[in-house]
């Protein structure tokens, strides 16, 4: 159903997320200061809002979502994954998410999926991730969920039907740093085009408006 990317890289925090549904950005992926989560497979959006909280008051990552997970009835139906400022990852793979379903981690991100058209996506989507070293958080998570798309994505396909990004950036957020494709026949793609236009315009923006203030995490 879904394909998604969180990484953890000079304290920026991210994640970017593709399925074949509508408005996957409104329920699936969270940031914040400390940490990135996606919650998908069957969908519990409460465990990413209260991982971000648990994170805000210091707690690590795999041990909020563990927490949150006992208290699930329905835990084996769910795909968590994420990655705190520390490092600390967290995978969970429920035994009912549909077939292909897992993950990969590597130092700086987690990568899961399921309902995937195979293993080959998320294997895709990692080796992408590490390759685009030295840009941007927000063009690596890009160059990931290309990759996953291209490798097959969700086997539902033939492409996602909404995608988004999302991250934290302590130094300088900006316009693209917030991006969402709620329903499309090629949202992956979509997501890129808005994303390169949102960074012309964002970069226009705060030469002409110096006032500009779009922090979304105001401390």
């Keep these: 159903m879904t394909f998604s990317i969180c990484a953890s890289v000079d304290g920026c925090h991210g994640a970017a997320i593709a399925t074949k549904a509508i408005a996957v950005g409104s329920t699936a992926p969270f940031v914040c200061r400390h ?27 795999d041990d909020a979502v563990a927490s949150l997970l006992e208290a699930d009835d329905h835990a084996e139906t769910r795909q968590v994954h994420g990655i705190d400022e520390t490092g600390s990852i967290v995978r969970h793979t429920g035994s009912e ?3 292909h379903a897992g993950d990969r981690h590597g130092d700086e991100y987690t990568v899961a999926g399921n309902m995937l058209a195979g293993p080959a996506v998320l294997d895709a989507m990692a080796d992408a991730f590490a390759a685009a ?24 396909g033939p492409t996602a039907q909404s995608a988004a990004i999302v991250v ?6 900006r316009i693209e ?18 994303h390169e236009v949102a960074a012309t315009a964002g970069a226009e923006w705060a030469a002409e408006y110096p006032q500009l203030d779009i922090r979304r995490y105001p401390k």
Excluded: W, Y
């Design 35 to 61: 940490g990135a989560v996606c919650t998908q497979a069957m969908t519990n959006t409460p465990i990413g809002v209260r991982t971000v909280r648990r994170l805000r008051r210091g707690e690590a990552i």
């Design 97 to 99: 998410c549909i077939s």
């Design 133 to 156: 070293g030295g840009k941007s958080i927000d063009r690596r998570l890009l160059a990931a969920l290309r990759a996953g798309e291209d490798a097959g994505g969700d086997k539902r």
């Design 168 to 173: 934290f950036d302590p130094d300088t957020e």
């Design 177 to 194: 740093h917030d991006l969402r494709v709620d329903e499309s026949d090629d949202a992956v793609s979509k997501l890129e085009r808005v």
